[in-house]
């Protein structure tokens, strides 16, 4: 059978991937993580399209990134530990069934398989743009509403602490800055507990697509030597491609 040239729409139209967020999401619930449903994947699929977009990939390019973005947590419906892996495994079977083009099923896999810090690495531009929207995504709106907030957990205590973030791609500059807003519930110090891992695999992502990447956590820049400056404004050649915001 020919093969098909697949759009987000259609993947977001496929009951048997809603059933694995909706399986992952819930796993993941019961061990105590933060929300990685339709809001997470939704966010992840839409930052990760808007930063190939705004560093000049094709239209394919970007639309697989949205694709992967969607559908790279499945593999917690199996398991927490090794989820890229085996999320890449599912999706290859599911994609391979609704007639994807091959070498657009490898391109997103990699991309789903590399996506986490434990064992993976940018390996094309669909892979680093996902890791690094993956990783930006720290805000209280993922603390689950169906419990009581735990600020002994670092978790809940972290994202609640996140009023306001967001992901900047400065083309010209080949900048890619995360800039969070955290009230006082929390800690600069706590964050990096958490996201030291992440942070520097978004360092690898960004490299690969040929920018530097830059952390600033209420004014000041966390990874690399500069002296602390006022939150800037965007540039003309900066693009807010993601913002949360739930005050």
Known sequence: MARKVLTLEMIRANGEFRKLIDAANTNLEYMGYTEHGLRHVGY??????????????DARTVELGAIAGWIHDIGNAINRKHHGLTGATLAFDALNRMHMDIGEIATVIGAIGNHEEENGLPVNPVSAALIIADKSDAHRSRVRKNKSIDYADIHDRVNMAIKKNYLVVDKEKRKIRLVIFMDAISSTMDYM?????????????????????????NGAVI????????????????????????V
């Not at 992840?44 to 990939?57: D, M």
């Not at 990874?223 to 900066?238: C, F, H, S, Y």
């Open 193 to 217: 507990q958490i996201y030291l891992t992440r942070i520097l695999l978004c360092e690898k992502a960004a490299e690969f697509l040929g920018c530097v990447f830059e952390l600033m956590i």
């Open 44 to 57: 992840v699929s839409k930052t990760t399209a808007n930063i190939l977009t705004e560093l000049g990939y």
């Open 223 to 246: 990874n690399r030597q500069k002296p602390i400056v006022p939150v800037p404004q965007l540039t003309a050649g900066e693009r807010n491609v993601s913002e949360e915001e739930n």
